[in-house]
């Protein structure tokens, strides 16, 4: 079976790696673009480009996947299967169609649930105990396609975004090695997606990462989980932009909060910075004001002379 594989970020890196591993037939590798990264603004390429030249692969790297050239080059590599995964770009129905057999991806959520760019983030963001993956047919309907199977996975109340996404790749790449084999034997089934269930994750802005601190205090949490590493749960203090990387939460229903929400109702040398949110209190471990390193809560406190009363803000006071 002759596979055209279709990846752009790390989520996609070990199920290239499972498909290297495991002898299938990879006549082409289809990623980004090169891009200029970090402060030097130094060329740099895709984790699954570098995994390619390691296996000696053919890379192609269109910055349009739909043009004219691009499906003429796709169609030359007479392709039974498209196995696609975090790639960047959407596929047109014409390039969808160029595959013997279909077009497969695996989307990071339990399709129908949490459709769009961003499934990881918004199922921590929305509290879910549950996510998974889905390896399903592509069609030209965002992640609507039908599905082939599914994997679950429990989201702990430690995890972040980062960390679920790690676990959620590997997984995939059991998932996908699952599924190819019962296209191989033509023992698979398409189950059609129930649209009325459909929910959406759409891919995060600067803005989503803002703290209201009216909020509960669990809602708060998940969104410094869920937002970490981008783009970063964010508030401000005097004037400053100020990132949260690291909190639980303390007190629970039936807590009786004193202080607005906002109010930094506890400070101990030991690093504790407590502050109160509509319902709870969020304990802040590990922070960044903007200008200046991450830093431990313990350190912060040292600097900035934080004292009960102080006030993180929604908006920055002018």
């Known amino acids: ?15 290239l790696t499972a498909l290297i591993t495991n002898g299938y037939e990879i006549s082409g590798i289809v990623t980004q673009p090169d891009k200029k990264k970090g402060r030097g603004l130094v060329v740099g390429s895709t984790l699954i480009k570098e995994t390619a030249i390691g296996a000696d692969l053919k890379i192609f790297q269109p910055a349009n996947i ?7 080059t796709l169609k030359d590599l007479v392709p039974d299967l498209f196995v696609v995964l975090a790639y960047g770009q959407i596929l047109s129905k014409d390039v969808l169609n160029i595959p013997r057999i279909m077009s497969i991806n695996i989307h990071a959520s339990l399709l129908p649930l949490f459709r769009g760019a961003a499934p990881i983030n918004w199922a921590i963001i929305k509290d879910e105990k549950l996510t998974g993956n889905t390896l399903m047919k592509i069609i030209p309907r965002m992640d609507a ?11 702990l109340d430690t995890d972040t975004a980062v960390s679920l996404e790690e676990k959620l790749s590997q997984d995939a790449a059991g998932l996908l090695l699952e599924g190819l084999k019962l296209i191989e034997t033509k023992k698979y089934k398409l189950i059609p997606q129930d649209d009325k269930k459909a929910t959406f994750a759409p891919k995060l802005k600067k803005e989503n990462g803002l703290i209201n601190w009216n909020k ?34 303390v007190g629970l229903s039936g807590y009786r909060v004193i ?3 906002g109010e930094i109702t506890q400070v101990s040398k030991e690093g504790s910075i407590v502050v109160a949110a509509g319902k709870g209190s969020l304990a802040i471990e590990e922070l960044q004001i903007e200008g200046k390193k991450r830093m431990a809560a313990r350190e912060f406190i040292l600097g900035y002379r934080i004292v009960v009363g102080n006030k993180f803000e929604y908006f920055p006071k002018i």
Do not use: D
């Not at 739909?66 to 003429?72: C, Q, R, V």
């Open 216 to 249: 509960s205090a669990r809602e708060i949490y998940n969104l410094i989980r869920g937002c970490f590493n981008w783009p970063g749960a964010f508030t401000y203090y005097k004037g400053k932009l100020l990132k949260i990387y690291k909190a639980k939460v």
């Open 145 to 155: 396609g039908p599905s082939i199977l599914q994997k679950k996975r429990e989201i």
């Open 259 to 261: 202080g607005a929400p």
């Open 1 to 15: 079976m002759n596979i055209v594989f279709f990846g752009s970020s790390h989520f996609a890196q070990p199920s």
């Open 66 to 72: 739909n043009s004219a050239e691009s499906i003429k």
